[in-house]
Nanobody, 124 residues
Framework: QVQLVESGGGLVQAGGSLRLSCTASGRTFSRDTMGWFRQAPGKEREFVAAINWSGGSTYYADSVKGRFTISRVSARNTLYLQMNSLKPEDTAVYYC?????????????????WGQGTQVTVSS
């Protein structure tokens, strides 16, 4: 059974930091592109960041560039999102996802596997 399990969400004040983790199981994800998406209440799920299979290429939404860092440890099937200088508008449920084709896509429709999400709330 393929599973992606996120952790590390919580409540933080504006300007603070959080580190999200995503642990994958059920198959090897070492060749997948991995990504983070988020969904705020009443809004569509949006791209946050992605990383290719080797970790050598990373992609960010303009809204988080310079504040968030995506990384992975493929040997551990683990994905991370370091979030610094958090803003109230970063409040959302954050999801990790895997794209088995290995494309470096910003579209949620390209990702086949999804976690259940972890809530991040940033207070002003």
């Amino acid at each position: 059974q393929v599973q992606l399990v996120e952790s590390g969400g919580g409540l933080v004040q504006a300007g603070g930091s959080l580190r999200l983790s995503c642990t994958a199981s059920g198959r090897t994800f070492s060749r997948d592109t991995m990504g983070w998406f988020r969904q705020a209440p009443g809004k569509e799920r949006e791209f946050v960041a992605a990383i290719n299979w080797s970790g050598g290429s990373t992609y960010y939404a303009d809204s988080v560039k310079g504040r968030f860092t995506i990384s992975r440890v493929s040997a551990r099937n683990t994905l991370y999102l370091q979030m610094n200088s958090l803003k109230p508008e970063d409040t959302a449920v954050y999801y990790c996802a895997a794209d088995a084709s290995g494309r470096s896509s910003r579209s949620r429709y390209e990702y086949e596997y999804w976690g259940q999400g972890t809530q991040v709330t940033v207070s002003s």
